[in-house]
């Protein structure tokens, strides 16, 4: 069974200090007591709203114990790879417009 007792308070104090430090307008559901529920919504400089959600801890590889979000976009439609929270800013920073 998935478990997601990697997502601390400190790995989600990351994630929005790196949303912030990228300049995305962004939220949280406010679910970190249920992180199987959780869900942040990041607006990227083009316009486009990205819903970013811990891993489950299936999915994340012990060698790159740091890699535990996922971002999703809607339009056009991407999935990232799991990875750590300033590596999924930079995907979403890098994605082409």
């Not at 308070?9 to 679910?31: I, K, P």
């Not at 790159?64 to 999924?88: D, F, K, N, Y």
């Amino acid at each position: 069974m998935a478990t997601f007792g990697h997502i601390t308070r400190e790995r989600c104090d990351q994630l929005g200090r790196a949303l912030t430090a990228a300049g995305f307008s962004w939220t949280d559901n406010g679910r970190q007591d249920k992180p199987e529920f959780l869900t942040y919504t990041a607006t990227d400089a083009h316009g486009r709203e990205w819903s970013i959600s811990p891993a489950t801890s299936n999915q994340i590889t012990p060698s790159r114990p740091a890699s535990i979000w996922q971002a999703q976009c809607t339009e056009p439609m991407h999935r990232s790879p799991v990875l750590s929270a300033r590596a999924v800013v930079d995907h979403i920073r890098a994605f082409p417009a």
